[in-house]
C-alpha cells in the first residue's frame, strides 16, 4: 500500500489543498505591528526592530542567573484544625454543616470548605486562606518553610546516606525483634 496519498483519488489534492489553508490561517492570525513614526521612539511598536536595553538607573537587562538561583523564595502551607461542630463522629467534615458567619451570595449559594492542601508561594495568600478559615471557625497555623539549595551530587549523596542509615536501623531492629521473639518462644 502506498502510504502517501496519491494524484489520482484526489488524496494528494486535498493534502495540498488543506495544508495551504493551515498556512493562511496561521500568517492571518499573527499580530500584525505598525511602525509609529509619530512617536519618539519610531522602533517602539516595531516588531522586527533590535530590541534596546533599558537605561533606566538599576535596570538590568540580562539577569543575574546565578543570583535567580540562589534567590530564597519561601513555601508556606496552612495547618488547619476544623470546629468540633463541623466534624462527625468518625471525624470527617460534615457535609451538611454551615458556618454562622456564611452568607450565601450570587456566586456562592451554598457552604464548601476552602481548599486546605495547597502550598502558597506567597505569605499574603496563605493569609488570605487562613483569616478565610479563621472566619469559618477553624483554628488554622501558617507554616513557613526555607528550601536549602544544593547541587545534585551532593544531594544525590546525602539521599544514599539517609537510605543506608534507615536500612542499617531497619536491619538492626529486625534482628532484635527476631531475638525477642526467639526468647519469647523460648520461655
Known sequence: ???IPTASNGGLLAYLAVALVL???AALSRPRRGVALDTPDPHKFNSD??????RRAGANPTPNK?????????????????????LTTDG???PDWVPDTFTPTEQVPIFYWPKTDRIYRSRSAATDRAALLRRYGCTVTILECTPAWENIPTANARRHRERTKSNIRHSIDSVFTDRDQLEEEQA
Open 1 to 3: 500500500m502506498n502510504a
Open 92 to 94: 470527617a467534615l460534615d
Open 23 to 25: 498556512v493562511a490561517m
Open 66 to 86: 546565578e543570583k535567580d538561583m540562589t534567590e530564597t523564595t519561601r513555601p508556606y502551607r496552612l495547618e488547619v484544625a476544623y470546629p468540633a461542630a463541623a
Open 49 to 54: 526592530a533590535p530590541i534596546h536595553q533599558d
